[in-house]
């Protein structure tokens, strides 16, 4: 059996080893839930930026941007 599938709940990168176990426990669930913030922050970044909250607003991209590639990871580590 090769290590990469030694486990269902395998955890390939650094970055999921911060997430609380039931991320990538469930990983189809948590993912729709990421996805699903990462895209409420998108919009808040953009009308930040729209009113003139220049710091603010990319700091809130930022955090949608690491919501949507954390929300990607569990989409690649459920399909593997």
Same mark, same amino acid.
């Given at each position: 059996?090769?290590?990469?599938?030694?486990?269902? &709940?395998?955890?390939?990168? !650094?970055?999921?080893?911060? *997430?609380? @176990?039931?991320?990538?426990?469930?990983?189809?669930? @948590? &993912? !729709?839930?990421?996805? &699903? %913030?990462?895209?409420? /922050?998108?919009? /808040?970044? $953009? %009308? *930040?930026?729209?009113?003139?909250?220049?710091?603010? !607003?990319? *700091?809130? /991209? #930022?955090? &949608?941007? *690491?919501?949507?590639?954390? $929300?990607?990871?569990? /989409?690649?580590? #459920?399909? $593997?």
């Amino acid at each position: 059996m090769n290590a990469t599938n030694a486990h269902p &709940a395998y955890v390939r990168h !650094g970055i999921m080893r911060i *997430l609380p @176990f039931w991320d990538y426990r469930y990983p189809m669930s @948590f &993912a !729709g839930i990421h996805a &699903a %913030v990462g895209l409420w /922050l998108v919009i /808040l970044g $953009s %009308v *930040l930026c729209s009113m003139g909250y220049y710091w603010g !607003g990319p *700091l809130v /991209l #930022a955090a &949608a941007a *690491l919501s949507l590639w954390v $929300s990607y990871q569990l /989409l690649q580590m #459920a399909r $593997s």
